[in-house]
Nanobody, 122 residues
């Protein structure tokens, strides 16, 4: 059974960095696109970053462009989200998503992880 497990969230101060990890198990990772979304209470889940199956294309929300970097390591079945220059408005639960193409809107297709909390204090 396919499964996604996120880790790396935590509490940091504004300006600091965090790296989130998402491990894929139970399937063929190198065929999958990966993406990160985030959600705050009362708001829709929003796209943050995506990477296609062979890492040739990456996609970013305007709000994180230049600060966040998505990457993947197929040998480890893992996708990463490097988050630099964090801001209080980046505070959210971050979710990993996989499908056969990058999804940039909330979707019922594909597979979601359980989420990891990121809190940025001012």
């Amino acid at each position: 059974q396919e499964h996604l497990t996120e880790s790396g969230g935590g509490l940091v101060q504004a300006g600091e960095s965090l790296r989130l990890s998402c491990v894929f198990s139970g399937g063929h990772f190198s065929a999958r696109a990966m993406a990160w979304f985030r959600q705050v209470p009362g708001k829709e889940r929003e796209f943050v970053a995506g990477i296609n199956y062979n890492a040739e294309k990456t996609y970013y929300a305007d709000s994180v462009k230049g600060r966040f970097t998505i990457s993947r390591d197929d040998a480890k079945n893992t996708a990463y989200l490097q988050m630099d220059s964090l801001k209080p408005e980046d505070t959210a639960v971050y979710y990993c998503h996989t499908d056969f193409s990058v999804k940039t809107t909330n979707t019922r297709s594909g597979l979601w992880g359980q989420g990891t909390q990121v809190t940025v204090s001012s």
